[in-house]
């Protein structure tokens, strides 16, 4: 979400949110970032941010509180992770306690059940990418690498999309049969319009903010599990101007 930077969507993300909050099957995760957290050792304008950093932390509690019970668990972003850097503490895990939703660290495999269908999902804030979008599908797919999934969820580097699934072959010896196993990743996109700020002066192109639900099926057919994913991403037209009205109460605990 980058709350507290100006290139931060709160009109685009309080959309997201309520889409989660009116989906009776809805269910979301936490994967970091939902402060800007710039910090006198890190990248960014410190004196651009709108909003100090516990403002930010109160924003994002504020924001989440209508969706927290369909958070199902939250992990570390690399924003987030500057605070802990210089101060020991962590912004992602006091944040995730705040909500009362579990923090699992760095990366996550979590087991999602639908029906009598049950996926395996991996989850990680992203590694560092370069500009072009190839050079950001590269390292998303670098978890390809080791990470044997059904769901692969990265962020990070602002795009959104599902990469092509990867078809995985594999022998049952058991039963004598070749299996085929579909492996799907997405790239989670974020809340950060990038055609000003630290984009704009390093010119990198633009990325607008987009965010993305994934749509797990879960059925049984013939007596047995059947699987299927879908996705559906959600764009910003970029027609309006940013706009944030930022609401917090400094009596929250």
């Not at 072009?132 to 602002?158: N, P, R």
Request: glycine share 8%; charged share 25%; hydrophobic share 30%.
């Amino acid at each position: 979400m980058h709350i507290g930077a100006a290139q931060c969507d709160m009109k685009f993300i309080r959309e997201h949110i309520k889409r989660i909050k009116n989906d009776p099957n809805g269910r979301a995760i936490y994967l970091g970032d939902g402060g800007e957290c710039v910090t006198k050792l890190s990248k960014g304008g410190i004196y651009e941010q709108l909003l100090s950093p516990q403002q930010q932390h109160d924003v994002c509690v504020e924001e989440l509180e209508p969706i927290k019970d369909k958070l199902l668990f939250g992990i570390r972003g690399n924003h987030g992770h500057r605070i802990y850097k210089e101060t020991g503490l962590s912004f992602d895990k006091n944040l995730c306690h705040r909500l009362g939703i579990p923090y699992l660290g760095v990366s996550a495999f979590a087991n999602i059940t639908v029906n009598r269908s049950s996926y395996d999902v991996f989850c990680h804030h992203g590694a560092d990418s370069g500009v072009a979008i190839q050079s950001k599908v590269t390292k998303a797919e670098t978890f390809k690498q080791f990470v044997d999934a059904d769901v692969l969820i990265t962020a990070h580097s602002h795009a959104c999309m599902e990469v092509p699934p990867a078809a995985l072959l594999s022998c049952d010896n058991t039963n004598r049969r070749i299996a085929t196993k579909l492996r799907y990743q997405y790239i989670a996109g974020c809340g950060y319009d990038s055609r000003t700020g630290y984009a704009e002066e390093k010119a990198y192109p633009p990325i607008l903010p987009a965010y993305l639900s994934i749509q797990l099926d879960g059925r049984v057919i013939d007596g047995r599990a059947s699987y299927s994913q879908q996705s559906r991403i959600y764009r910003s037209d970029g027609q309006h101007e940013l706009k944030h009205d930022y609401i917090f109460r400094e009596s929250q605990s």
